[in-house]
Nanobody, 125 residues
Framework: VQLRRRGGSVQAGASLRLSCTLS????????LGWFRQAPGKEREFAAA????????GYADSVKGRFSVFRENGLNTVHLEMTRLAPEDTAVYYC????????????????????WGQGSLVTVSS
């Protein structure tokens, strides 16, 4: 299983979409998440989506600004980030876990089995 992603550098207030494509098994069997690690800090939860796509969870720091959604036909999960701020600067990781439940949202990084390599997002003021 490989997770591919794209990131970038933007100015404060801008929007950016991260995309992560699962190569191999169908994404419909997986709950998905996004985590991030700022320089000098621990990796933290950002957003997650259930296998069905109908249930989502967000960290308080991104709630109302970030949106996670999945495109099962493309085997892809997206993280739409708006109103970006310098404190959002981090390496962003997508993650996947095979799960039977259609409604469970996983917020702990220890629940995930597969990880992308990480994508640096830099927000300048």
């Amino acid at each position: 299983v490989q997770l591919r992603r794209r990131g970038g550098s933007v100015q404060a207030g801008a929007s950016l979409r991260l995309s992560c494509t699962l190569s191999g098994p169908t994404i419909t069997n997986y709950a998905l998440g996004w985590f991030r690690q700022a320089p000098g800090k621990e990796r933290e939860f950002a957003a997650a989506i259930s296998r069905s796509g109908g249930y989502k969870g967000y960290a308080d720091s991104v709630k109302g600004r970030f949106s996670v959604f999945r495109e099962n036909g493309l085997n892809t999960v997206h993280l739409e980030m708006t109103r970006l701020a310098p404190e959002d600067t981090a390496v962003y990781y997508c993650a996947a876990v095979r799960i039977s439940s259609f409604i469970t949202v996983r917020k702990s990084q220890y629940d995930y089995d597969y990880w992308g390599q990480g994508s640096l997002v830099t927000v300048s003021s």
